[in-house]
């Protein structure tokens, strides 16, 4: 696993999903292997790639170590699918993931997170958040922004969060279909 290998294979994997990213060319895929990645830095996704998981999204896991580490997307075309993201923590205005972009995000569980001063979790103001879980994440509101022409759809959210959607400065932003435990 060191960061010189050339990722194109299972047995040769990049050491870090940051180095993928870097590495990966528009209409690439980085592949997450089943397995907890514990990340040492952002992860920024500012080129049209897929970045997914190999398995379900409770076997690929993302882990911020409560460091201070968040996922931004802020580029279109790109699609975040399969994975768990989980201890991230963010002291900023926006969330643990960022949708910025307009680009999918799809099938992935937000749990255990704690993004302090953040709003929410997920955080979007542009693009497709669907058929998301979040769940025990502790913020100043803990479900889903969706604020421009972002869409929600179909995601479900534990009894613990609420589904927080507001709309600024916007009448674009839409939500169907989602479902609160509560």
């Known amino acids: 696993d060191s960061a010189e290998t050339s990722g194109t294979d299972k047995s040769a994997p990049f ?7 870097a590495k990966a060319e528009a209409d690439d895929t980085v592949m997450l292997l089943k397995g907890t ?6 992860i ?5 790639i897929i970045v997914c998981g190999e398995g379900r999204n409770d076997e690929v896991i993302i882990d911020g170590q409560s460091q201070g580490y968040d996922i931004k ?3 279109g075309g790109a699609l975040l699918h399969s994975f768990s993201f989980i201890n991230m923590f963010k002291g900023s ?3 643990a993931i960022e949708l910025a972009g307009v680009s999918v995000v799809s099938n992935l569980v937000a749990r255990n997170n704690n993004v302090g001063g953040a709003r929410f979790p997920i955080y979007a103001t542009k693009g497709l958040v669907t058929h998301c879980w979040v769940t025990n994440n ?5 479900g889903c922004y969706v604020s421009g022409t972002a869409i929600l759809e179909n995601c479900y959210f534990a009894a613990e969060d609420e589904i927080n959607t507001e709309i ?3 009448i ?4 169907v279909g989602n479902f609160d435990k509560d």
Do not use: D, E
């Open 15 to 21: 050491a870090t999903i940051t180095n993928a990213i």
């Open 37 to 42: 990645h514990k990340i040492t830095s952002n």
């Open 44 to 48: 920024a996704v500012n080129k049209a």
């Open 73 to 75: 997307v802020s580029v």
């Open 93 to 95: 205005s926006s969330g």
């Open 138 to 142: 502790t913020a100043a509101q803990t």
């Open 168 to 170: 600024l400065n916007s």
């Open 172 to 175: 674009n932003s839409t939500t």
